[in-house]
Every structure is written in C-alpha cells, then in structure tokens.
C-alpha cells in the first residue's frame, strides 16, 4: 500500500513537471518562430530593396542608403549613460539581476532610444533622419514587446529598429546603490521609467542593476532601411526646401538602422529549426502528460 501511495505520488510529480515543460516548451517555439518569421521578412526586404546614392533618391517610396553621420541644426547631445560623448541619437537599456531564492539572472527592465535629427551624407547628397524619443519600462505598461527578440546588439520597438557593433555596459550599481547623477537626471526626466528598482520578488544582497548605452556619434557610418517621405513644415521651416526627403519609422514601414551595412542579414532557417524541433518536444510531453 504504502509502495502504491509513493508510485502515485511520483507519477503526480511526474505529469505536473511534463505538463509545465511541455507549456513552456511551446511557449519557446513560438519565439523562436515569431524570431524566425521577422527576420526572414527583414532578409527579404533587403534582398528586395537594393542600395542606392541619396542623390538618386527622387520621391517617396522604401530606400537603402549608407552613409556618414551629419548633425543638422538641432546639433547633438551628451549620451545619457556614459556621459562621455556628443552624439545624435542613444539607444540604452537597464537590466536587472534578480538574486531571489528561485533565480539569478539578468533580465531587460527597461530599454529606449532618444534622438535629436541628423543627416546622413554620402557623395551624392544628404538625408534627413527624424526619430522619435521611445521608451520601454516598468511605467510603460510594456515591460517585454516581441521586437526586443530580434535584436541582440540593441534596442527594438514597433515600427524601429537599432542596432550596432556592440552594446556595452557602461555602469553597474548594487541593488539599493544609487547610479551617477547624470543617469539618476536622465532618468527622473523620461517618461515611463522609475528610478526604483524594478524586481516585484523578494531580493537579497547580491542583486545588481546594469546600465548599457550604444550611440550615434558624428561623422559615424551608419544604413538606413525605411521609407522616405517629404519633410513636414515643421522639419522644412528651417529655411531648408520643403522638397526635401527625411526618412522616418512610419506606418508604411519599419526603420532599420544599423551600424553594419545590410549585406549578410541572416534568414532565419536557424530559429525555424530551433522552433520546430522545441515545440515537436513540447507536444511529445503534452501528449505523455493527457495520456498519464
């Protein structure tokens, strides 16, 4: 009797680690495919768009261009997290390590970009850029969106991607330290980010804050994936002419920006296989689970 009660009890333990793998599982193959879908859609827009001089560009319509970093009128601004450089456009992210008695990991708390307009400039001509200040964080409501997934050396949203070479750690705090007065003032001042710590478990010593900033210095080369348009008013109010072509993220298109060119953007097949064969494993323990 006593044997069966254990055998009972076991199998119990059994079918509730299955079935709780078996969702997980599958809640990883659809990342994994979701991933997979978006980067194979980036891949074929690059294979569809192909490069071109900005001084060939002549309406509106979706371009690729690479070129050299230009301040425009607005000028530039001291990045925010390192505090070190003139820049155009920040794109930062703080990540937390949350050293609970469940975990130790490092997880995104919050991330965005902030941007004053700039030119890109190649030989044939110049290109306005016009981004929007985005953020991502504990007051946004949107402490994970799907893009994040598609970008690993950078900052992603709806409608913008950036990414660069690398995307470094500039400054790590202790759970309860404060960060230097520039970020503690960079963050009073954006919207939809507290200064207090992110964590909702019970957290001990060991937890840690990082902070992680890429830029856009001038005189940086830079691609740019995205629809081009006439400035506004505003933007050609400058005493600039008002035919004049700015990309931006719009509704027609996603902006891509990147400090690599676009030449060997991957497809995808990987994270399709990864998927595949995760959520095939996911079913398998699902199934096990209702058959138990």
């Known amino acids: 009797m006593l044997v069966a009660f254990v055998g009972s009890w076991f199998g119990d333990i059994l079918g509730e680690l299955a079935l709780w793998s078996g969702v997980l599982l599958m809640f990883a193959s659809v990342l994994a ?8 859609e980036i891949a074929t827009l690059v294979d569809e768009t192909p490069r071109v001089d900005i001084g060939d560009i002549e309406s509106p319509g979706l371009v690729r261009v690479r070129g050299t970093v230009v301040p425009s009128e607005e000028g530039t601004f001291i990045s925010p997290i390192a505090g070190d450089r003139e820049c155009v456009l920040s794109a930062w992210e ?3 390590q949350y050293d609970t008695p469940k975990t130790n990991s490092w997880e ?3 991330w965005g970009v902030c941007s ?16 929007d200040d985005r953020t991502v964080g504990n007051e946004t409501g949107d402490v994970f969106t799907p893009e994040k997934l598609l970008v690993s ?8 991607q950036c990414e660069f070479d690398s995307f470094e750690t500039d400054v790590e ?3 309860e330290e404060s960060p230097p007065k520039r970020i503690r003032d960079f963050l009073a001042t954006t919207s939809g980010v507290s200064i207090d710590p992110m964590a909702t478990d019970l957290v001990v010593d060991a937890s840690k804050r990082r902070y992680s900033e890429a830029t856009l210095q001038p005189g940086d ?6 629809y081009v348009s006439h400035r506004s008013d505003s933007a050609a109010s400058h005493g600039e002419s008002e035919d004049r072509l700015a990309v931006a993220p719009s509704e027609e298109s996603t902006l891509y920006l ?14 399709v296989l990864f998927g595949v064969l995760v959520g095939a494993v996911g079913v398998g323990l699902l199934i096990v689970t209702f058959l138990m």
């Open 33 to 40: 495919l979701y991933s997979a879908w978006k980067r194979r």
């Open 153 to 160: 050396e950078g900052v992603a949203f709806d409608r913008l």
């Open 116 to 131: 004053e307009p700039f030119d890109v400039e190649d030989a044939t001509g110049r290109l306005s850029v016009a981004i």
């Open 258 to 271: 990147s400090t690599e060119p676009f030449d060997d953007v991957p497809d995808g097949s990987g994270a």
């Open 108 to 110: 995104s708390a919050a």
């Open 221 to 226: 080369e830079v691609s740019l994936l995205g």
């Open 94 to 96: 703080i990540e937390e």
């Open 173 to 175: 705090t202790d759970y």
